[in-house]
């Protein structure tokens, strides 16, 4: 069986887990079905909407175009692992600045968001929409996330 | 996404081998094969995963050019200091490219066989005419909605535009593809559709892109990448241009000019006539619109698509006059 389910041994939210999967079972997938860690949202599915954003070795990816099997040695993290005893400032920034309406992108725009400030590509308010334009809200909350993450990256400076 | 088997290969070679059998796929990066693998466009029968390959991610400079791995994430060679000293214009190919996510998972190798593809490629169910999907079977796009379709390069068979940013930086600058002991030119990389555009790439089965190879040059160094597009960012080029020039040392007459197209044409486009004519001249707005101008030698329009001549001629003018010398009119 060439096909057949493959074991991997995968590194989320610093705790490991063991799974069993088909090779073709993505990141996204394998989160929200196998562990349970819905936070993860499934937009596009394509790699258009960023609302599967995660965190992989510390860099901002995709979920959706990302194979469990891609992962396994690697260090994943996401929305639910972000802030576990108290709010991250970026979880913190977006509920003061009410930047959403609808919620369903906001898990994938504070990760992306995150790993924005931390590349430095926070400086002003073209550079934010810029390096965030990877992450849409079809709500059009935009004005107030771009002012959320610009609070969180002076705070961090 | 129909299902297959998954393998990671322990070393190039054994890439290598694993490339070259019937139904394998390099997976480096992942983001256009998982993409074109859940609309049904590709079914590989095997994922050859080489992402866990060492020695493959970096970007060596040295006194001629610069050498990068084929594994290097498109975000760690836009803000290499190196890149953006001596190649500007791929930094600015790269950071405009696709989103802040897809950089960091996209290689360098990866972004340049990304498949030349339309609409109509991409949705096998709708349109089961694809002569890139199933050769011979027609061509769907033409005579359909052609905005964003090429108008250089084009063939029956197939007028898809490649979607390649760093591409055409690459073209300009006189790039070449290390394919591990052979090289290619990136121009002669890609290939123009003709009769046989399922072919895109001048790489045969068992070869795999090791690295990228550019030459350092004043032009490289006084490059820039303009790119224009339907909404600001994350979008496919409308019209692009990369071009880098080097002026004699009155500051005025170039002495060598590079230019390439893209988001016009099937492959990236250099554009050997606008150099030609530009080429020991002074520059003058008259000398730019001139040499524009004769970007779109060739082109032929399909339906919609008629603002892209115009508009990559303006873009080529812009991009000139973005890298003049300070103090010329």
């Keep these: 069986m060439p096909n057949a389910a493959i074991s991997l041994r995968l590194q989320i939210n610093g705790h490991l887990h063991d799974l069993t999967v088909e090779p073709r079972v993505t990141l996204l997938d394998a989160l929200r079905e196998q562990f349970g860690l819905t936070g993860t949202k499934k937009g596009c599915d394509q790699g258009q909407c960023g609302a599967c954003t995660v965190h992989v070795d510390g860099q901002r990816v995709l979920a959706c175009l990302t194979l469990a099997a891609q992962v396994e040695g690697r260090t994943v993290t996401t929305i639910e692992g972000l802030g576990e005893e108290a709010l991250h400032p970026v979880q913190a920034a977006f509920l003061e600045h009410d930047a959403f309406q609808c919620g369903y992108c906001t898990p994938g725009q504070i990760m992306s968001a995150v790993a924005c400030i931390r590349e430095g590509h926070a400086g002003t308010d073209d550079e934010i929409r810029e390096y965030m334009s990877g992450n849409l809200c079809r709500c059009g909350a935009y004005p107030n996330i771009v002012a959320a993450i610009r609070q969180a990256a002076e705070a961090s400076r | ?329």
């Excluded at chain 2, 060739?298 to 990559?312: E, F, Q």
Aim: proline content about 4%; glycine content about 8%.
């Design chain 2, 1 to 329: 996404m129909r299902n297959f088997a998954y393998r990671r290969a322990g070393s190039v070679d054994d890439a290598r081998r694993a490339a070259a059998e019937a139904g394998a796929m390099l997976l480096a990066g992942g983001t256009t094969l998982l993409d074109l693998a859940k609309c049904g466009v590709a079914a590989p029968e095997t994922v050859v995963d080489i992402t866990h390959l060492r020695g493959l991610d970096t970007i060596a400079h040295d006194p001629s050019g610069v050498t990068i791995g084929a594994l290097a994430k498109m975000s760690a060679v836009a803000t290499d200091r190196g890149i953006c000293a001596h190649y500007p214009a791929v930094s600015e190919a790269l950071w405009q490219a696709a989103s802040a996510q897809l950089r960091n998972m996209a290689t360098i190798g990866g972004n340049l066989m990304q498949r030349t593809r339309c609409a109509y490629f991409r949705d096998p169910v709708a349109f089961p005419a694809c002569n890139k999907r199933n050769p011979g079977s027609g061509c769907a796009a033409i005579g359909g909605v052609t905005r964003n379709h090429a108008v250089l390069g084009t063939s029956q068979s197939c007028i898809a535009t490649n979607p390649g940013d760093l591409a055409v930086a690459l073209v300009a600058l006189d790039a070449e593809i290390v394919l591990g002991e052979r090289r290619v030119a990136a121009d002669a990389f890609f290939l123009l559709p003709g009769a046989t555009p399922q072919r895109e790439h001048a790489i045969e089965p068992g070869e795999i892109i090791t690295a990228i190879r550019i030459p350092v040059s004043a032009a490289a160094c006084n490059s820039t990448y303009l790119k224009v597009r339907g909404r600001q960012s994350y979008e496919f080029a409308a019209a692009s241009a990369a071009v880098g020039m080097e002026f004699e040392a009155d500051g005025r007459t170039i002495r060598d000019i590079r230019v390439a197209l893209g988001g016009v044409a099937t492959k990236p486009w250099r554009v050997h006539a606008v150099e030609a004519v530009l080429k020991g001249q002074e520059l003058s707005p008259e000398a730019i619109d001139r040499a524009a101008a004769l970007a779109t030698e060739g082109a032929v329009i399909h339906g919609d698509n008629r603002t892209k001549i115009s508009l990559v001629q303006r873009v080529v003018a812009r991009a000139i006059i973005n890298r003049k010398p300070r103090g010329i009119a």
